[in-house]
């Protein structure tokens, strides 16, 4: 099945810094990779995704790259600001068996903006 | 509209014990997941329902936790006989059917979570 790999697993950064995050997947028919973010005490919640069919996506200070060779995607979040404080977590679909739209989370990175 | 709601928030209970967990999906929303977060861990998957078809329980740590779902509505995980090891945040998420829309895959809506402490 799918294994998600998500690092660093903390990440401190300067305010007005960017700042990346890394994941690797190991099946290579996983084709919808979406980010979550995750305020403390809160539910995860939708900031971007990408599909296998583009290399980039961006959303205004947030992009995504992904290297489907590598399977590697990335989260790029640039001139941080104290509100992007939170845990990160990125995901891939799981194709095996009856799980089609299911997805594997990563362990998170938690993102500490400092101003 | 509403969103994904779930019962109680909080749910403190003693070892040995069984507890119900019930999440009410977004209208219409055909997909139910239902996730498991242990204190400043990730999301682990316990269990997949898609409409009409066998639920994918791939995830479920052990024979003590079940899940079910009526029609394409409400569901109930249920843990027996709890351990400490049990404690955590229940997440259940919901998203449209997967075949709408000419999409394969569409985002996962999450609920505010039941916290578990078992004692």
């Known amino acids: 099945g799918e294994n998600v790999e998500q690092h660093p697993s903390t990440l401190s950064v300067q305010e007005g810094d960017s700042a990346v995050i890394k994941c690797t997947y190991s099946d290579s028919a996983s084709n919808y990779f979406p980010w979550y973010k995750q305020e403390l005490g809160k539910r995860p919640q939708l900031i971007i995704d990408i599909r296998s069919n583009v290399g980039e996506k961006k959303d205004q200070r947030i992009a995504v790259t992904l290297n489907k060779t590598a399977k590697h995607f990335s989260l790029h979040i640039t001139e941080t600001q104290p509100e992007d404080s939170a845990v990160y977590f990125c995901a891939a679909t799981a194709r095996s068996g009856g799980s089609q739209g299911n997805l594997i989370f990563g362990k998170g990175t938690k993102l500490s903006v400092k101003p | 509209g509403a969103g994904v709601s779930q019962s109680p928030s909080n749910k403190v209970t003693e070892k040995g014990k069984d507890v119900e967990l019930r999440c009410d999906p977004i209208?219409?929303?055909?997909?139910l997941y239902w996730y498991r977060q242990r204190l400043g861990q990730g999301l682990e998957f316990l269990i997949y329902?898609?409409?009409?078809?066998?639920?994918?329980k791939s995830g479920l740590p052990s024979d003590r936790f079940s899940a079910e779902r009526t029609g394409e509505s409400v569901s109930t995980l249920t843990i027996q006989r709890t351990q400490q090891e049990d404690s955590a945040v229940y997440l259940c998420?919901?998203?449209?059917?997967?075949?709408?829309?000419?999409?394969?895959?569409?985002?996962?809506?999450f609920g505010p979570g039941t916290r578990l402490t078992v004692l």
């Open positions: 209208s219409g929303h055909t997909a």
């Open positions: 998420a919901s998203s449209p059917n997967p075949g709408l829309a000419g999409r394969a895959y569409n985002e996962q809506f």
């Open positions: 329902f898609q409409g009409n078809s066998a639920p994918d």
